[in-house]
């Protein structure tokens, strides 16, 4: 089993930036990728970034070149620092564990880019 726990989410000004951060814990040895998606309201839930274990990277082309993540073995803690936001990156984020067999999923965290 793996937990995972988002925080950093918040109101933000178009051009502004946030970090989320996601704090895995349990059995994170087994996992081969975590990543960060969202869920606008009325659409579907979309992949935002992954890091691979191995430390691959992929990101949706919407948020290329202003949203980066990163990782601190250390903390067990996966980042997604966004930067230059619009009023269309406002969505709930979630962060994504998976190992293969099993997604694990946080609980979400809001973020609103608003003037």
């Known amino acids: 089993q793996v937990q995972v726990v988002e925080s950093g989410g918040g109101l933000v000004q178009p051009g502004g930036s946030l970090r989320l951060s996601c704090a895995a814990s349990g059995m994170i040895f087994s996992l081969n990728a975590m990543g960060w998606y969202r869920q606008a309201p009325g659409k579907q839930r979309e992949l935002v970034a992954i890091?691979?274990?191995?430390?691959?990277?992929n990101y949706a082309d919407s948020v290329k070149g202003r949203f980066f993540i990163s990782r601190d073995n250390a903390e067990n803690t996966v980042y997604l620092q966004m930067n230059s936001l619009k009023p269309e990156d406002t969505a709930v984020y979630y962060c994504?564990?998976?190992?293969?067999?099993?997604?694990?999923w946080g609980q979400g965290t809001q973020v609103t880019v608003s003037s």
């Open positions: 994504n564990a998976e190992d293969g067999r099993y997604d694990y």
């Open positions: 890091l691979s274990r191995i430390g691959g990277t």
